[in-house]
Every structure is written in C-alpha cells, then in structure tokens.
C-alpha cells in the first residue's frame, strides 16, 4: 500500500479506498456512519459514491490521517477480538467508556477527537 518515492512514504491511494471500503463493509456501517468516519461533509454522498465504485480517495493530510487512525483502529479489533463478529460489531455497539454511545457515535460527535478518542482507548486495552 505504501511506495518509496522521495524519501517519504507514499499511501497508494486505490489500494487504501478499497480497503476502507471494504473495512466499512464488514463493520456493516450505513452511509452516514461512513461519512462520519471520513469526516466528510454531511450532505457529501457524491464522494462516497465515487469512493465505493473504486476512485482513488482525496489526498489531503485530514483524509489520509484519518485513514491511518481507522487502519489501526481495525487492527486493534481484530487483534483484541480474533472473533469475526465480535470484531466487526464492536464499532457500532454502544460502549461504557464512551458514556453508552457507540465508538461511531463518538466519532460522528467529536469529528477527529472522536477518532483519537476510540484509537487511544483501544491502544491502551492492547497495552500499546
């Protein structure tokens, strides 16, 4: 998914949207929680139309950062929880560390801190 170009990692942007896409599948998430998670504007179904039909995600920082944090967050999952469904639910189930709301409830809330938020607190559950 990366490429050495100039001395910095590149993200190979297609490779990275299909498995999002494919991330937010399993998750089972519906069109707005996606949204949310790409911290895309509310009314923006256009870019997550293109993203599903396999258009490379938008190069910002904001986007990719965020794709970095949703990478690791899934990481963390299917390390703490090997059980596919058990892992793949635990995104929309509501949580006692998030107050009762679903981790994507507080991303959708919180915008990026959300994101940070769920990050960190499954990084400290892995001891990371």
Same mark, same amino acid.
């Given at each position: 998914?990366?490429?050495?170009?100039?001395?910095?990692?590149?993200?190979?942007?297609?490779?990275?949207?299909?498995?999002?896409?494919?991330?937010?599948?399993?998750?089972?998430?519906?069109?707005?929680?996606?949204?949310? $998670? &790409?911290?895309?504007?509310? @009314?923006?179904?256009? #870019?997550?139309?293109?993203?599903?039909? *396999?258009?490379?995600?938008?190069? +910002?920082?904001?986007?990719?950062?965020?794709?970095?944090?949703?990478?690791?967050?899934?990481?963390?999952?299917? $390390? &703490?929880?090997?059980?596919? @469904?058990?892992?793949? #639910?635990?995104?929309?189930?509501?949580? *006692?560390?998030?107050?009762?709301? +679903?981790?994507?409830?507080?991303?959708?809330?919180?915008?990026?801190?959300?994101?940070?938020?769920?990050?960190?607190? &499954?990084?400290?559950?892995?001891?990371?």
């Amino acid at each position: 998914m990366f490429a050495e170009t100039t001395g910095k990692p590149e993200i190979d942007r297609h490779k990275a949207t299909a498995m999002v896409m494919r991330m937010f599948d399993n998750w089972q998430l519906s069109s707005e929680d996606r949204i949310a $998670l &790409l911290g895309l504007a509310k @009314e923006n179904r256009t #870019a997550l139309s293109k993203y599903k039909r *396999g258009e490379p995600i938008a190069n +910002s920082r904001d986007t990719l950062e965020r794709l970095s944090h949703l990478f690791a967050i899934h990481k963390n999952l299917r $390390l &703490l929880y090997p059980q596919r @469904e058990v892992c793949y #639910a635990w995104m929309r189930k509501p949580n *006692g560390a998030f107050e009762g709301l +679903s981790p994507v409830q507080v991303i959708d809330r919180y915008g990026f801190v959300g994101l940070l938020m769920v990050r960190s607190y &499954l990084d400290r559950a892995r001891g990371t």
